[in-house]
């Protein structure tokens, strides 16, 4: 039996590949890629399934996580309890703020996936603030500015920030900032808004003890 080296039995027996680009196979069209248009309907279509479950699941947990056990929220609910005698509770302070937030989240992954400038969002928002911060007494001004900071606590931010990052990965958007800025703005005019009612129950509540 005739003795071979192993590497001229490799070299005998072994294939012999040629690789050539993809782009030789499959060449790039000439024609310009049109953009993707879709309205927001078809959105709603896609976005459907993810809202429904995963999207509600993860807002059922983060924000009673994230605002509930937050140290700062606590402390203000028992603060403004205190100030307004009990007509604006601890627990009502607390669902405003965790509304508010939740109302903030909901329109920070609206502009990230819709790719809305931040600008033409929180201006307008701030806008009502002002005129809901000229309406409503200075107590509740004051309750309903200082929440905007309650909101920034080691607790929520990082949940924040880490929601808004997800999603525009997730829908390969450039920008996934500005979600927490807008989950601070809202629980301004949640807290300003309960504040009015809170003040318009205090005011008809007087003038029945004066008819009285």
Do not use: C
Request: hydrophobic content about 45%.
């Amino acid at each position: 039996m005739k003795s071979i080296k192993y590497s001229k039995y490799l070299a005998e027996t072994s294939k012999n590949y040629k690789y050539i680009s993809y782009n030789r196979v499959n060449p790039a069209s000439e024609r310009k890629r049109e953009k993707i248009r879709y309205s927001l309907k078809d959105a709603a279509t896609i976005l459907k399934p993810y809202v429904a479950v995963r999207f509600n699941d993860q807002f059922k947990v983060v924000v009673p996580i994230s605002l509930l056990a937050e140290p700062a929220l606590n402390a203000l609910g028992i603060t403004v309890e205190n100030l307004t005698n009990g007509a604006f509770g601890k627990k009502l302070v607390m669902i405003s703020v965790s509304i508010g937030v939740s109302l903030g989240l909901a329109f920070g992954v609206l502009k990230i996936i819709f790719n809305i400038p931040l600008m033409h969002i929180i201006v307008p928002l701030y806008l009502i603030a002002i005129v809901l911060t000229v309406i409503s007494e200075e107590r509740y001004v004051n309750i309903g500015w200082d929440s905007a900071g309650v909101t920034t606590g080691p607790i929520t931010v990082p949940l924040v920030l880490a929601l808004g990052l997800g999603f525009a990965k997730a829908t390969n958007s450039l920008d996934g900032f500005g979600v927490l800025a807008l989950a601070s703005v809202f629980p301004i005019l949640s807290v300003l808004s309960v504040g009015l009612y809170v003040q318009y129950l205090e005011k008809k509540a007087g003038k029945e003890q004066d008819y009285v």
